[in-house]
């Protein structure tokens, strides 16, 4: 089975903070993404990447980057933490673009 | 990417089949129906997809109706455990602009003892 692994369950950081959050796939995808899920807004892609060093922009890129150094590794990074940024984070990944994404468990972030 | 409609809530009795409808009425030739859950505090799970011919994996069945218009999800034997938010989402498969998933309200199906 697919295993996404995403670093944190539950996380709390100020206003300000660089905050981290990362994410490994263990099934040699291409394909890596980072989503934002809120109450009434459903899932909104921030990022995505379709191979090593390579990234693109989703809906809501703004106050977020991203690193995938390795294949198996893909980080978001909040470069200066924001209330407005509290939210439920979902990582996925896929074997190719026509192929199901698989997802991680979330990572519930609050700023405060 | 094709819109969707499906049920608000529905409940289900455990042991019996769970048949959730889904409509996307303007899917085009080359879209995929795809279904997800999301069981509460978890990531989204992939459970099926197809083009234009029934499905069956080792979760579900995916029946699409002829026109492709409309689909339903079968769980044969639901347990509770299967009590969760059900996304049906319409897609192109080859779409290189991202590959987003949009999950619009979904089904939230109650399995009931």
């Known amino acids: 089975d697919v295993k996404v692994t995403q670093s944190s369950r539950y996380l709390v950081k100020r206003t300000g903070e660089k905050v981290f959050l990362e994410c490994v796939q263990d099934?040699?995808?291409?394909?890596m993404f980072w989503y934002r899920q809120d109450p009434g807004l459903g899932l909104r892609l921030i990022y995505f990447s379709y191979d090593v060093k390579m990234k693109e922009k989703g809906d809501i890129p703004e106050g977020y980057s991203v690193s995938r150094e390795k294949k198996e590794r893909f980080s978001l990074i909040l470069e200066s933490a924001s209330t407005n940024q509290t939210s439920m984070y979902l990582c996925a990944s896929s074997l190719g673009f026509n192929q199901p994404q698989h997802f991680g468990d979330g990572t519930r972030l609050s700023i405060l | 990417d094709a819109k969707t409609t499906q049920p608000t809530s529905m409940d289900c009795a455990e042991g019996r089949a769970a048949n959730l409808p889904c409509n996307h009425s303007t899917i085009s030739g080359n879209e995929y129906v795809y279904w997800y859950r999301q069981i509460h505090s978890q990531g989204p799970q992939y459970i099926i997809h197809g083009l234009k011919n029934n499905e069956t994996n080792e979760m579900a069945s995916l029946i699409i109706t002829e026109d492709r218009k409309s689909s339903t999800l079968i769980l044969p034997h639901a347990t509770l455990r299967d009590t969760a938010v059900y996304y049906c989402?319409?897609?192109?498969?080859?779409?290189?602009?991202?590959?987003?998933?949009?999950f619009g309200g979904g089904t939230r199906l109650m399995v009931k003892p």
């Open positions: 989402i319409v897609r192109v498969a080859n779409n290189n602009a991202g590959n987003m998933l949009t």
């Open positions: 099934m040699d995808h291409e394909n």
